[in-house]
């Protein structure tokens, strides 16, 4: 990679040099493609051609033109999205903004969207023949630059064919392809389709550090007819909505049943403060959810309801992907231990935060996911290092309009998350755990798991990535090489 970035301050009469030390190297790449059968030979080679070190961004180009040659003549299906799209195809745009948060649109070389595992692994060849960065992108609900994302100094391989779900026959399980939008899995893992990884290995709390994962299999639980509904309140209820909130947890240990969806807000334009109540019996209002009950709501979303799980989802499915109108969003992960006055001098802070934040027409909100002692002990197989008690991962969110205010809106974000940390520490609330899901780039996410964890999985990294291709092109991410 050095090779091309020092050519442009070369002498003319040493460029020929390096020219040819180029081709022979992805002459070489090229046949050790033609070995593993995996891509036509012929096609790196033609690549191999084009003299990418006399102008700006050339390997990747290179790679754009081999993608083109490979997948660009395919006529598609009508409204299909097309394996491989230019930076002046007519759909181009449309891919390029299917983040959810807008700060990712990034105007990749060129994108590439396989249709099955064989296509990835050419994908992959080529990349690795051509040395260019990349970016892996699935459902694109990651909100960090670059993390699936990336410029025109990369190419970005879109996983969108991969959205399959399947059913086993015997309803067990259920397989889900890495491009499948509008749910959240977070039952145990029993497999995956990968291209680099020939056995089932521990993956979950790895990130994009093994190989390009197509599917995951999940064990499934059988849920009949249960109980759920969900209130909005407005900005005035969230003191006793905190209180409740606290309350709720100490009940919910003993009640495996019982789960919320939880937001604060202090935006006075309309309620945006909301409680999201679901149990997994048949039970209307059950006890549980008491320290809410007498909090009065502005309206319900969702009313008293007592359904099956696709009745819950049809109230919350939204076909419109990214948002209308569009966001900017940024987020902090910090759990703490259940602690009250963690909770009380937190909200505190974020409530200052808040108001800056509306000053320059950015909301805030304040979120709450409850994780008890049963969920701890779920996850002792995996690498996430959770302490043994019951936790809250807090998480605040920011989303603002403008690219102007990325600076301010990032500083925000951060410091409201140092605060809720200094807080959590003087209280012993503190935890090492930040969710991956949640957390903004920078946050020591990979060294929360604990140094045993970590040498761990840069074991099963270097196993099914010797060269460390994913370290080293990938554009970012939650990488092992940068914890």
């Known amino acids: 990679m050095l090779l091309f970035d020092l050519l442009a301050v070369l002498v003319i009469s040493q460029t020929y040099a390096f020219v040819v030390d180029a081709r022979q190297s992805c002459q070489r790449k090229a046949n050790a493609s033609k070995v593993d059968g995996l891509a036509s030979v012929e096609t790196l080679q033609d690549a191999c051609t084009i003299p990418d070190a006399i102008f700006a961004n050339g390997k990747v180009k290179r790679a754009c033109h081999t993608f083109h040659e490979l997948f660009g003549r395919q006529k598609p299906e009508s409204e299909e999205v097309l394996e491989y799209i230019s930076q002046n195809s007519s759909s181009y745009v449309n891919r390029t903004e299917s983040n959810w948060s807008n700060n990712c649109w990034q105007r990749a070389s060129c994108i590439i969207s396989p249709k099955t595992v064989e296509d990835v692994a050419r994908t992959m060849k080529i990349l690795t023949s051509t040395n260019s960065t990349f970016a892996l992108r699935s459902g694109g609900h990651d909100f960090n630059v670059n993390h699936s994302n990336v410029n025109n100094t990369g190419i970005l391989v879109d996983m969108v064919h991969f959205n399959r779900i399947a059913l086993s026959a015997d309803k067990k399980t259920v397989a889900i392809g890495a491009g499948a939008r509008w749910g959240m899995c977070t039952g145990p893992l029993t497999g995956l389709e990968s291209l680099s990884m020939e ?6 709390g790895g990130g994009p550090n093994y190989g390009v994962v197509t ?3 999940y064990k499934t639980l059988p849920i009949n007819n249960m109980w759920f509904e969900s209130r909005l309140y407005t900005p005035d209820k969230n003191q006793q909505l905190l209180n409740a909130l606290v309350k709720y947890q100490e009940l919910a240990v003993n009640d495996t049943n019982s789960n919320i969806v939880y937001q604060l807000s202090e935006d006075i334009s309309s309620p945006q403060s909301f409680v999201g109540f679901l149990y997994l019996d048949p039970v209307e209002r059950p006890p549980v ?31 419109t992907y990214p948002e209308t109108p569009p966001s900017r969003d940024y987020v902090v992960s910090m759990p703490h231990k259940v602690n009250n006055a963690t909770y009380q001098k937190s909200y505190t802070a974020f409530s200052a935060y808040a108001k800056q934040a509306a000053a320059f027409g950015a909301v805030m909100n304040y979120g709450s996911q409850p994780i008890n002692l049963n969920a701890v002990q779920s996850s002792l197989d995996t690498p996430l290092n959770l302490t043994h008690v019951n936790q809250d991962w807090i998480h605040v969110t920011i989303n603002w309009a403008s690219a102007e205010d990325d600076e301010r809106a990032m500083k925000l974000i951060q410091s409201v998350g140092n605060d809720i940390n200094s807080i959590a520490t003087e209280n012993g609330a503190d935890l090492p755990y930040r969710s991956m899901n949640d957390a903004y780039d920078g946050q020591p996410v990979l060294p929360g798991y604990g140094a045993q964890n970590l040498d761990k999985l840069r074991s099963i990294a270097k196993a099914y990535d010797p ?14 090489s940068r914890a």
């Open 199 to 204: 056995e089932e290995v521990q993956t979950q």
């Open 215 to 217: 599917s995951f299999t």
């Open 289 to 319: 959810f008491d320290p809410f009950y007498e909090i009065v709501p502005t309206s319900y979303r969702i009313n008293s309801t007592i359904g099956n799980l696709a009745e819950l989802t049809s109230f919350y499915y939204d076909p």
């Open 467 to 480: 060269e460390g291709v994913f370290q080293k092109l990938q554009n970012g991410g939650w990488l092992l």
